[in-house]
């Protein structure tokens, strides 16, 4: 395992479909975040998850997106009934935590792979 | 709440020129703070990090940055450009690693090396 890896990398869709787009973590990190980067902008957060629970949700990430984490490893992003204003790349990023709450290190550093760039037509 | 402005959406420098990317933060707690590389069609790449301690921090690739609190600054450099150095920057900041860890990111600087 080399890093966090998501798929697929592009995804071109029509408006009104849904998209669902995977992110495999490094497999001993327990916390998994997700981002939106649209063009000309850094990342901005949407939400993440220790473990299998999903701790915090962005007021970006709208009624129609939806994240999953079932096992605790991969995770899930679906967005329902896209729009063009969804068009963006979509980030994953996983962590370590340490068992005893805190970071293993400080400012835990986030490992981010490369990206899903949707395009909704 | 915390903020990081990044002065510059474009910086060309010359290549063997001194780069400076400037960035500014704002937060209610003592930050952390990151500098983050994105080469075209790639994920992020952290460079460097200030948690604690030392206030100059060294990088990757010949990066450094200086905290300085006083002027709530996290400025990154490199004594000398390479056309490898050609990406976009991220100047990133989180608070306390016992909470959410969420990142908080500037706009970005995308620099050009000049041959």
């Known amino acids: 395992d080399t890093g966090v890896s998501q798929n697929p990398r592009h995804k071109i869709t029509k408006r009104g479909q849904n998209v669902t787009f995977r992110c495999d973590p490094i497999?001993?990190?327990?916390?998994l975040y997700w981002y939106r980067q649209t063009l000309g902008q850094g990342p901005e957060f949407l939400t993440y998850f220790q473990n299998e629970a999903q701790l915090e949700k962005s007021r970006l990430l709208s009624d129609r997106f939806s994240a999953e984490r079932p096992k605790g490893s991969f995770s899930t992003l679906e967005i329902q009934r896209t729009e063009q204003g969804d068009s963006a790349m979509y980030l994953c990023a996983s962590s370590l935590l340490g068992t005893s709450g805190r970071a293993t290190k400080p400012g835990n550093e986030q490992f981010f792979g490369p990206g899903t760039r949707l395009t909704v037509l | 709440a915390q903020s990081v402005t990044q002065l510059g959406s474009h910086v060309s420098v010359s290549e063997g020129a001194l780069v400076l990317l400037r960035c500014n933060y704002s937060s209610s707690v003592p930050p952390y703070l990151f500098w983050y590389v994105q080469y075209p069609n790639q994920g992020l790449q952290l460079l460097l990090k200030?948690?604690?301690?030392?206030?100059l921090v060294k990088g990757i690739n010949g990066f450094e940055a200086e905290f300085k609190k006083s002027e709530t600054s996290f400025h990154l450099t490199k004594p000398s450009a390479h056309m490898s150095d050609a990406a976009e920057y991220f100047c990133a900041v989180s608070d306390d690693g016992n909470r959410d860890d969420k990142i908080i990111f500037g706009k970005g600087t995308r620099l050009h090396i000049l041959p």
């Open positions: 200030y948690t604690t301690g030392a206030t």
């Open positions: 497999s001993e990190h327990n916390r």
